[in-house]
């Protein structure tokens, strides 16, 4: 059974910097593109960053320069470190595991609050 734990989300300063962690179990995590997708209310999820297994990075011009995707390939975890939040960055924050090999084999975590205000 496949599940993705988001966690490290809740109420942020703006300006302020939390990290969010995505621990997977039960796929090959090595062969997975992960990824970060965040919904605001009233808006269609959109992507944040994604990183491939071998370590390419692809993020939203909206977050460049302030948030960086990084995993942990041993402890089967992805994470999220956003800098200088800003109240736009409110959303659900989502995390992805995408199959480099099997284009059907795609999960999502449940997904963790980042309200961002002061």
């Known amino acids: 059974q496949v599940q993705l734990v988001e966690s490290g989300g809740g109420f942020v300063q703006p300006g302020g910097s939390p990290r969010l962690s995505c621990a997977a179990s039960?796929?090959?995590?090595?062969?997975?593109?992960m990824g970060w997708y965040r919904q605001a209310p009233g808006k269609q999820r959109e992507l944040v960053a994604t990183?491939?297994?071998?370590?390419?990075?692809n993020y939203a011009d909206s977050v460049k320069g302030r948030f960086t995707i990084s995993r942990d390939n041993a402890k089967n975890t992805v994470y999220l470190q956003m800098n200088a939040l800003k109240p736009e960055d409110t959303a659900v924050y989502y995390c992805?595991?995408?199959?480099?090999?099997?284009?059907?084999?795609?999960?999502w975590g449940q997904g963790t609050q980042v309200t961002v205000s002061s």
């Open positions: 992805n595991a995408q199959s480099q090999l099997i284009k059907s084999k795609n999960y």
């Open positions: 039960g796929i090959l995590f090595d062969v997975y593109t």
């Open positions: 990183m491939t297994s071998r370590g390419s990075t």
